[in-house]
């Protein structure tokens, strides 16, 4: 997919979550994050459990009210105070995958009223027979059968179900959809379809996605650009092949080293490096600073200056 | 090598209201002294149900042990009562569970948890298996352990927990330890921290390992030798070496295949169609056929044998009859474990 790198889709700056956790103590979970994400792009948000990945995703949807800063879609504030119709709107226009997909459909309903809710509630099919025809078509599209469509979700395996949640994103034709660790509840053999899958649905229908994902050799596959996150914060930013063949950022480098490979004699001579977060420069507030044209490492000036010796420039 | 344990074409069914799940169908293989051999297969393919047995540790009455032999030091643990198990488990084989937090009581002092089985087993009194447990947490990495000895488990991490849950397995050095998912609920790096830790562990104390996962990363690293099961049986089986650089069976083709490398490309992932079989009606002739490609129409008739590969490789498929037709693993499937060899060179940077 050719990616625009003009056109932005969604900017999301300087991006707060805070939850409280009793007795005046707050916790972090999104501190000031800010990134792009173009059109038509795959972007991929890594890190721990804790680092706020899935937080920054569910903030962007708006299924938590931001803290502080904003994130524009097209240009628009989505946390600006908005009418129904608005939130329609914009609703139509951004999707959501979710990690479990038998806790994410509802039990009671079957299949077809599953992924046709979309269309009610945006009255995209005029009557019934369209509503059906639409949801066979989606059905197709996501490597079901049109004969699933009366069924219900405990009918499925756990693939099929991840199936189902896609095609109920995709009703709605929308242009951005959030991907919350949409495979890491499936076997290997099943995560390769739906990565397959999800890859197909983005050339054909021109889709820009926000991946999230804890497995860095599967972000690294789908994505174009990654954005690795470490305690509430964006620590590093770059095109994929960059991120991984030239991480900055200590955490990074520890995270890349940890990942375990279906290759023996690579796992025998692999030498895992340990994040030492005491090795920072504490002298002043660490920034976001643009160390290559599109790689970003969230540093102080001092390891800045450091950073770009490592790294030859 | 010795062998320590024989597992002999165990077969294990579940009684269900629907009938019959046949979770295990014949599964036979040797475990040696100081190795560690992992047992790799999706959900549902008993790689679970296996290690379960050996430790007599099935649902019961659900679930039956329809055959086969489990040959520890030469005593079969299938004929043994519940009491003469309660002796061996714990102490000459011990488990890792998959979720630490589980596995530990949360209402009892981690001291005490270790304690229990070395004052059972070992009959020390509880001042000498309090010093034993600090002795422990240290060796498993804790730091503080006089400190931590008298913690709950909500005061430890993840990683830290299943430190714990280690130390209690490693208490009576047992000969054999039966890690079932142990890194699954964890993060890289400290995943990669609890298999340094393990591998450590074994080093020392000469521990046999068996490993059960479905992540062939964490295999690549850990073990010496793999089994790869579906549908209730072993399908492949070898060192590290002959299964992930020349791997015999479609299915592991395909688990290969499907994993991305880092230096992956725009080229699309090598996928498996469809879905595990139904154990409750396992299909007729060879169970992986109707998700293979390379099919033969015996493979709709008769289960495949293992063949032999070499000394210490072999596979069940047809595709190694001498009869059948000359297939090799497919293109792109190549290609992938020619990155892996790439990558493998550039590990030691």
């Excluded at chain 1, 995958?97 to 509630?121: C, H, K, W, Y």
């Excluded at chain 1, 990565?195 to 804890?214: M, P």
Aim: with cysteine.
């Amino acid at each position: 997919m050719i990616v625009n790198k003009t056109e932005k889709i969604l900017e999301v700056k300087h991006l707060k979550k805070y939850f409280p956790a009793g007795r005046k103590k707050i916790i972090k979970a999104v501190d000031d994050v800010s990134f792009d994400i173009y059109k038509g792009e795959t972007f991929g948000l890594v890190g721990e459990s804790g680092s706020g990945k899935s937080t920054t995703g569910q903030t962007i949807i708006r299924l938590y009210d931001a803290t502080d800063g904003e994130v524009l879609f097209h240009g628009e504030n989505v946390h600006a105070k908005k009418s129904r119709v608005e939130k329609l709107k914009f609703n139509r226009k951004m999707q959501m995958i979710f990690q479990d997909p038998s806790s994410s459909l509802n039990p009671r309903m079957t299949v077809l009223d599953i992924i046709a809710e979309g269309l009610d509630v945006h009255h995209l099919a005029k009557n019934e027979k369209e509503r059906k025809e639409r949801v066979e078509q989606l059905l197709e599209a996501v490597g079901l059968n049109k004969e699933h469509a009366t069924r219900f979700p405990h009918e499925f395996s756990g693939g099929q179900r991840q199936r189902i949640g896609i095609a109920r994103a995709l009703a709605v034709e929308p242009e951005l959809i959030i991907c919350d660790e949409p495979i890491s509840a499936l076997d290997v053999s099943i995560q390769a379809q739906v990565v397959n899958l999800l890859k197909k649905l983005q050339k054909e229908h021109g889709l820009t996605y926000l991946f999230i994902a804890h497995d860095l050799s599967m972000v690294k596959y789908i994505s174009d650009r990654i954005g690795v996150m470490h305690l509430g914060h964006m620590v590093e930013l770059a095109d994929s092949d960059e991120l991984y063949k030239n991480p900055v950022h200590p955490y990074t480098k520890s995270l890349l080293s940890a990942i375990p490979l279906p290759d023996p004699e690579y796992e025998r001579s692999r030498k895992r490096i340990t994040y030492d977060p005491s090795i920072h420069d504490t002298s002043e507030e660490p920034k976001f600073r643009e160390i290559r044209p599109h790689h970003w490492v969230r540093c102080t000036s001092k390891e800045f200056e450091q950073y770009k010796k490592e790294l030859g420039e | 090598m010795s062998k320590l344990l024989e597992v002999k074409d165990l077969s294990v069914s579940f009684n269900t209201y629907n009938g019959e799940v046949q979770a295990v169908r014949g599964v036979s293989f040797d475990l040696n002294e100081g190795e560690t051999l992992a047992i790799v297969g999706e959900s549902g393919s008993g790689k679970s149900v296996t290690s379960s047995t050996l430790m007599g540790l099935l649902p019961k009455p659900a679930g039956i042990i329809k055959s086969g032999q489990i040959l520890f030091q030469g005593e079969d643990l299938v004929k043994k009562s519940e009491k003469e198990m309660q002796k061996i488990r714990g102490k000459e084989i011990s488990m890792v569970f998959q979720d630490p937090l589980s596995s530990l009581n949360p209402t009892m002092k981690i001291g005490n948890q270790i304690i229990e089985g070395l004052i059972k087993h070992q009959g020390m009194n509880r001042a000498e298996a309090k010093k034993k447990a600090i002795e422990l947490l240290d060796q498993v990495g804790i730091p503080h352990p006089e400190i931590r000895v008298n913690q709950y488990p909500h005061q430890f991490s993840g990683g830290m927990r299943q430190r714990v849950v280690i130390a209690i397995a490693l208490a009576c050095n047992p000969k054999i330890l039966i890690a079932d998912e142990p890194t699954t609920a964890l993060d890289v790096t400290i995943q990669a921290q609890i298999l340094e830790l393990m591998k450590e562990i074994q080093r020392n104390t000469k521990t046999s390992i068996i490993f059960i996962t479905h992540d062939l990363g964490v295999v690549a690293n850990v073990a010496d030798r793999v089994a790869v099961m579906y549908a209730g049986k072993i399908v492949e089986i070898g060192t590290v070496d002959d299964v992930f650089y020349n791997p015999k069976h479609p299915y592991t083709w395909g688990l290969l295949g499907s994993m991305p490398t880092l230096d992956a490309d725009d080229e699309e992932l090598y996928t498996i169609p469809g879905t595990p079989p139904d154990m409750l009606n396992p299909p007729k002739g060879d169970a992986f056929a109707p998700r293979n490609e390379f099919a033969l129409e015996i493979d709709a008739v008769m289960e495949p044998p293992m063949f032999k590969v070499s000394d210490t490789h072999y596979a069940a498929t047809w595709l190694l009859h001498k009869n059948a037709p000359k297939i090799e693993m497919p293109e792109s499937v190549r290609r992938r474990i020619e990155g892996f060899a790439k990558t493998g060179k550039k590990g030691g940077e």
